[in-house]
Structures are given as C-alpha cells and as structure tokens.
C-alpha cells in the first residue's frame, strides 16, 4: 500500500495498457485481451492469451520500487515457493520497456494468475484458521531466509506508518485538519515508536514481513488462503505483522487464527504485551492514508483516540478492507 513521493500527473490507462503491452510482446507472450484490473501502489493489468493462460502484469513506473526493492521482492517470492507449500504469486517475467508515449518506460512483471476469489467481507472459520498458518510460515521462513547480496526492502517502523517524506505527508500538511487531530496522531506516533523500541530488533521479532496481508491481499480457494501483494514487504516485526492480519479479521474468529498461527510457532515475543500499541501503528497508518485524500477516518480516529485514553484496553471492531 505505501506509495513513493508524486512528483507529476499519473500517465493515462491507455498508456500504462499500451507499456504492458510493450512488455509483454518483447517476451513473446501473445495478447488476446489486456484488461485493466486497478491501481493500488502500482497499476495491473490482466491478460488472457490465445493458449488461455492468464499472467497478472503488474507496471511500476521510475517514481516508485527501486530495482533492488523489486528484485528482493522476486527473490523472496521465489524462495517462497521454493521452500514452503505457500502458492503465492510466482513471475512469468520482468522486465523494462519504454513506448512513444511513456519514454521513460517502466518495469513490467507478470506473474502467473493465482486462482481463489475475494472474501474480506464474510470470510470463513476454515479460511481464518488457513490465514492464521500461513502468517505463521511466513514468519518461520523469515527466520531461515538468507537474503542474497544486495536484497533490500524498507523498513516497517514509525517512519513508515506515519507515511513520512511521502506524497501523503505533504498532502496532509496542506490540507485544513483540525489542530487537535494533527497532537493525536503525533501523540499516537510517538506511543507506537515507543513499542516498538521496546521489542527491539533481535532476528528473534524482526525480519522479513508481508506488511499487508491483510485480507483484501488474500484469496480463498476452497479454504486455502492464498496470500498475494508482496509489494510492500519490508524488514519488521512480526508481532507488527501478526496486528495487521488480526485488524481486518472479525473479532470473533481473532482466536481462530491465534490458534492456528501457534500451531505452527508461538506468537511472536511481545505481541500480547503491545497488542493495542500495535493495532494503533497500524490504524495510524490507515488514518493518515485516508486524512491525505481527504477521505472520511472517523473510525480510525475514536480507535486512536481510545488508546490514548486507555493504552492497554482497545477493543473494537475490525477495520473494513476497503484499502
């Protein structure tokens, strides 16, 4: 979901189309029909060939990932694959290429299409429970992943849930908030940042995080959770991780996932201490997100506003997965 700093006006989806395209052609790959699926950091595109395969293409412009960021990306995504019985998305390709009309072009991956359908909405005990073991195995291979020379990631700490040095930032900054909200997302901040010091970063708590995986990022096929959107995998900790999966799960099945997460490894150190701390990090996050677009966070806030009136007790409904 993090997104780099904009510093012009997002090319038309004709034209991304037309970069997709590009990229696919210069693979080889044959286009029966190139449909547009969205834009989250990135834009993505579907596409179905003659031979009835269908790959995701996802195109990220100069102004966001670095080609290391996205080559680390790959790797763990391969190691993934390679080393655990996860299906996540695998990649076809990828790729640079530049058309007439975007002459500064972009990097184009395609990955192979995951089947599974969108559920965040009602999602089943069985799917909550897969989810939970597939955190779970994220994390334990975290623990064992070595990454290779030059493997670089961001990092999931204060500076990334208040979106500083963002797009987002400056945005929120011009935009007519009420003085009392910009001291309580300070204040928030300044609680959270002081979590996460206290877990510290011994490997044993921090590592390589999906950052995301809430369940709008997750498929369900035949109660198989299958994770997508790695993009905003980043170095963290897991008991950060572990909050953003349990926030978008209905607070009645939060056990079931608890349950089945430890029946892989025990939840990670400090989780249970700074549950709430973290929850807030991570309606922060969404808060700010949305203040930035000037989009309604009324819910994020009375969380927030809660947690500074009672640290150690927030309990509330789960954040709708409409990011």
Do not use: K
Not at 2 to 29: D, Y
Not at 77 to 96: E, G, I, N, Y
Not at 264 to 280: F, N, S, V
Request: glycine fraction near 6%; proline fraction near 7%; charge should be neutral.
């Amino acid at each position: 979901m993090a997104e780099p700093l904009r510093t012009s006006t997002p090319p038309t989806t004709s034209r991304l189309r037309g970069l997709a395209r590009a990229a696919l052609e210069q693979q080889g790959v044959a286009v029966e029909r190139l449909r547009w699926m969205g834009e989250h950091s990135n834009h993505l595109f579907r596409c179905d060939t003659p031979t009835s395969e269908r790959l995701v293409v996802r195109v990220c412009l100069p102004d966001g990932r670095s080609d290391a960021e996205l080559d680390a990306e790959l790797a763990w995504l391969d190691a993934l694959a390679r080393d655990t019985d996860l299906t996540v998305p695998v990649a076809r390709f990828s790729t640079r290429v530049a058309t007439p009309e975007l002459p500064a072009g972009g990097r184009c991956i395609a990955f192979a299409w995951v089947q599974g359908r969108h559920c965040e909405q009602r999602p089943s005990r069985r799917l909550v429970a897969d989810l939970g073991r597939v955190l779970a195995t994220l994390h334990a291979h975290s623990r064992r992943f070595r990454p290779p020379a030059g493997f670089t990631r961001p990092t999931l700490g204060i500076h990334y849930l208040t979106w500083a040095d963002s797009w987002h930032a400056a945005q929120l900054s011009r935009r007519p908030i009420d003085p009392t909200i910009l001291r309580l997302l300070d204040e928030v901040a300044d609680r959270v940042q002081a979590a996460l010091t206290q877990l510290g970063t011994d490997p044993a708590v921090h590592g390589l995080v999906h950052a995301d995986l809430h369940l709008g990022n997750v498929l369900d096929y035949h109660g198989q959770a299958r994770p997508l959107d790695f993009d905003d995998a980043a170095w963290g900790h897991y008991a950060l991780d572990l909050a953003i999966t349990i926030d978008s799960v209905p607070e009645p099945l939060h056990s079931v996932l608890l349950d089945a997460y430890q029946a892989i490894r025990p939840l990670p150190d400090g989780y249970q201490e700074h549950a709430a701390a973290l929850l807030a990090g991570r309606r922060l996050f969404l808060a700010t997100f949305l203040l930035a677009h000037g989009l309604p966070a009324a819910a994020h806030l009375d969380l927030l506003r809660a947690f500074t009136a009672h640290p150690g007790r927030v309990s509330v409904p789960s954040a709708p997965c409409d990011w």
